[in-house]
């Protein structure tokens, strides 16, 4: 069955350090999505992209983080200045169609921990 | 905007107990609902969904009825099991006013089955 892969499953980086979180969606979705939860809290989304390019972003996705597919299969969530409340699970999701009925699929989550 | 509160956890029940995991919600329009389902170390994975009033969802002996009078789309199984010791999150993704299909979740509950 397709699935979608997150690598690492852990990070811990330093504060102020540059972060790549990388994800393979499933190869016929067309839209990507990231989204995080930070410990005891809701699922937050952060951003979603089609056709090599945002279509949407939340507050959160502030100037310090960016996606991009380079190669038409990963998709990857930067973050260029670490901060210690960016400390949480990080999930990619991808779905063939943008219809209500139609599910996104997660990736296992990447945890990121700033120190 | 869009959000959804589900009880908080965890949620603590003895082997073939009854479950309850409530669910409320608010969107305009008619969202699609859905239950996600996350075991340990593994990424979130569809357990069931209802794209319309009074329709049902089911899969694993999971049950849980979309009821637009009460906003309401509660998890229900006659009888756990340790295999269903999980984070259970709720969510609903609906017709945009304007961007992308944006799937909304909630903050998810832990359930802790013991033998």
């Known amino acids: 069955e397709p699935e979608v892969t997150q690598t690492p499953s852990h990070q811990v980086t330093q504060m102020g350090q540059e972060v790549i979180l990388r994800c393979v969606p499933i190869s016929n979705h067309l839209y990507f999505y990231w989204y995080r939860q930070i410990l005891g809290q809701k699922v937050e989304f952060l951003v979603s992209f089609y056709n090599n390019e945002i279509s949407e972003k939340s507050e959160i996705f502030d100037d310090q983080f960016s996606v991009e597919r380079p190669d038409g299969s990963n998709f990857t969530l930067k973050i260029r200045s670490t901060k210690l409340e960016d400390s949480a699970m990080y999930f990619c999701a991808s779905t063939r169609r943008e219809q209500t009925n139609t599910e996104a699929f997660f990736g296992q989550g990447t945890r990121l921990t700033v120190v | ?115």
């Open chain 2, 1 to 115: 905007g869009d959000s959804v509160t589900q009880m908080e956890g965890p949620v603590t029940l003895s082997e073939e107990a009854f479950l309850t995991i409530n669910c409320t919600y608010t969107a305009t329009g008619y969202p699609s609902l859905f239950w996600y389902v996350q075991y340990p170390g593994e990424g979130l994975q569809l357990l069931l969904k209802a794209t319309k009033a009074d329709d049902k969802g089911s899969n694993k002996g999971f049950e849980a009825t979309y009821r637009k009078e009460t906003t309401s789309f509660h998890l229900e199984k006659g009888s756990v099991q340790v295999s269903d010791s999980a984070v259970y999150f709720c969510a609903l993704r609906r017709p945009p006013s304007g961007g992308s299909y944006i799937p909304t979740f909630g903050r998810g509950t832990s359930l802790i089955v013991h033998p």
